[in-house]
T-cell receptor
Framework: DAGVIQSPRHEVTEMGQEVTLRCKPI?????LFWYRQTMMRGLELLIY????????DSGMPEDRFSAKMPNASFSTLKIQPSEPRDSAVYFC?????????????FGPGTRLTVL | GQQLNQSPQSMFIQEGEDVSMNCTSS?????WLWYKQDPGEGPVLLIA?????ELTSNGRLTAQFGITRKDSFLNISASIPSDVGIYFC????????????FGTGTRLQVTL
């Protein structure tokens, strides 16, 4: 299995631009998670989906952030407009069931730099 | 958001030494997890703990779920260079079966 696939691996953009991060979960996994990692705040859950439906988006910082999962094999996290404080590593992860009983697998991350 | 407190924040040890790190919380968790993150990669699950008092091993790694459900520790025996990385604890509360709260991380450096 290829594991969780994220693209791009690195993104550098200017403040005000739209940024779209992409994720392909492991085939057959019903749960998909988006995390953000920074030095100041550590690893934070932004949103997670179950069967393509957003279940909890309480971690999404503000309206500039949006996430979609149009089908079981693809999800996007969009930031519009981007700001320098959005600079972070964004991880996508997936699991075959609730995390209390199932392992979560992380992708390699997208390192976002907003200038 | 809430974070679990991990200590120490960083460690420099020599190859062959044993390592111990812990994680504490003001909240009760029903599941404790320990992850390792290598540079440029996502975290990888090392050990999962599901019951208070549980002691679980995975090779040279041993982790325990605290009796109070508010803490956990991870031990690494006979460290080797590939143990270098950042170790994170994570907890899951009842009723939030798919939301992880992550610790602040312990950065481990191993010298030869």
């Amino acid at each position: 299995d290829a594991g969780v696939i994220q693209s791009p691996r690195h993104e550098v953009t200017e403040m005000g631009q739209e940024v779209t991060l992409r994720c392909k979960p492991i085939s057959g996994h019903d749960y998909l998670f988006w995390y953000r990692q920074t030095m100041m705040r550590g690893l934070e859950l932004l949103i997670y989906f179950n069967n393509n439906v957003p279940i909890d988006d309480s971690g999404m910082p503000e309206d500039r952030f949006s996430a979609k999962m149009p089908n079981a094999s693809f999800s996007t996290l969009k930031i519009q407009p981007s700001e320098p404080r959005d600079s972070a590593v964004y991880f996508c992860a997936s699991s075959s069931g609730p995390l209390s009983y199932n392992e979560q697998f992380f992708g390699p991350g997208t390192r976002l730099t907003v200038l | 958001g809430q974070q679990l407190n991990q200590s120490p924040q960083s460690m420099f040890i020599q190859e062959g030494e044993d390592v111990s790190m812990n994680c504490t919380s003001s909240s009760i968790f029903n599941t404790w997890l320990w992850y390792k993150q290598d540079p440029g990669e996502g975290p990888v699950l090392l050990i999962a703990l599901y019951k208070a008092g549980e002691l679980t091993s995975n090779g040279r790694l041993t982790a325990q779920f605290g009796i109070t459900r508010k803490d956990s520790f991870l031990n690494i025996s006979a460290s080797i260079p590939s143990d270098v990385g950042i170790y994170f604890c994570a907890g899951i509360n009842t009723g939030t079966a798919s939301k992880l709260t992550f610790g602040t991380g312990t950065r481990l450096q191993v010298t030869l």
